[in-house]
């Protein structure tokens, strides 16, 4: 069980998740500080829900795909080129661990191998994409905005509507991002143990193509880094949700007057 999130942003994109897992051993086991983002070729980020081992083998196998079709290309591969890429992996694993099988097992189809993953990559031309992994059926989703996934993926979904919007960069989404995750980790008795995020990033360069920045793979632990972040904007949002939205209700601030505080408010 998970909580993890994906947001585009206006110039990279950014992952974040929780860190506890859940294991079968004879009886449920938790863990704490399990690895739920994963890097591959400096330019790919993945973060996963479901079973761990299973995360692994999909991240695993499409990093050396995705890493030996570049090598033969002898560039970075495109948006729809990496997407077609793991959509085969996906599709191959599928094969191998649900249908071939079930078919060993003499059992009708069954759903062994099944891992959610959100996938982050950089394309030129295009830019920098999300897409969403459906490991049991082998597809690839691709993403407008953002996403969450894992058992805390309906509290995360309620919280980014109110914190969203359009044109966020990676500096303003890491606060939101720390935010969110703390918030789902409050209520969700299946998630918790450290926050970590993880962004791509990139500048706009002379020809207006979207360039990825060298290093821009950035990973942080909840240590300082996510922690001051949580500590400058925790206060004032949560005076807005049990402060404000109660004098809203009770009829004591109004739109004039919020627009009037809100500097380039939108009319």
């Not at 500096?171 to 918790?192: L, Q, R, S, T």
């Not at 004591?252 to 919020?258: A, H």
């Amino acid at each position: 069980m998970t909580i993890a999130i994906g947001i585009k942003c206006s110039d990279g994109v950014l992952l974040a998740c929780d860190s506890q897992s859940e294991f079968e051993r004879g009886v449920d086991v938790k863990r704490l500080n399990q690895t739920k983002i994963y890097e591959t070729g400096g330019a790919y980020l993945y973060a996963g829900s479901g079973i761990t081992y299973q995360v692994r083998i999909l991240v695993n196998n499409v990093g050396l795909q995705i890493d030996y079709e570049t090598r033969q290309k002898g560039s970075r591969l495109s948006k729809d080129e990496t997407e077609s890429t793991v959509e085969q992996v996906l599709l191959s694993l599928v094969k191998h661990y649900n249908i071939d099988r079930s078919a060993i097992l003499e059992m009708d189809d069954q759903d062994f191998f099944d891992p959610q993953v959100m996938f982050a990559g950089f394309d030129r031309d295009y830019g920098f994409y999300l897409d969403l992994l459906h490991g049991g059926g082998g597809v690839v989703e691709e993403l407008d905005e953002s996403v969450a996934i894992g058992s805390g993926a309906a509290y995360a979904e309620l919280l980014f509507h109110s914190l969203f919007y359009s044109g966020i960069t990676i500096d303003e989404a890491i606060p939101i991002a720390a935010y969110i995750i703390e918030e789902v980790k409050a209520i969700d008795p299946h998630c918790g143990g450290d926050t970590r995020i993880a962004f791509l990033a990139g500048d706009t360069n002379k020809k207006g193509q979207r360039d990825i920045k060298k290093g821009s793979c950035a990973y942080f632990v909840q240590t300082d880094t996510i922690s001051q972040n949580i500590i400058r904007v925790k206060p004032s949002l949560d005076l807005i949700r049990g402060h404000c939205i109660p004098m809203i209700l009770r009829g004591e601030l109004d739109e004039d007057t919020i627009r009037s505080l809100t500097k380039n408010a939108k009319h």
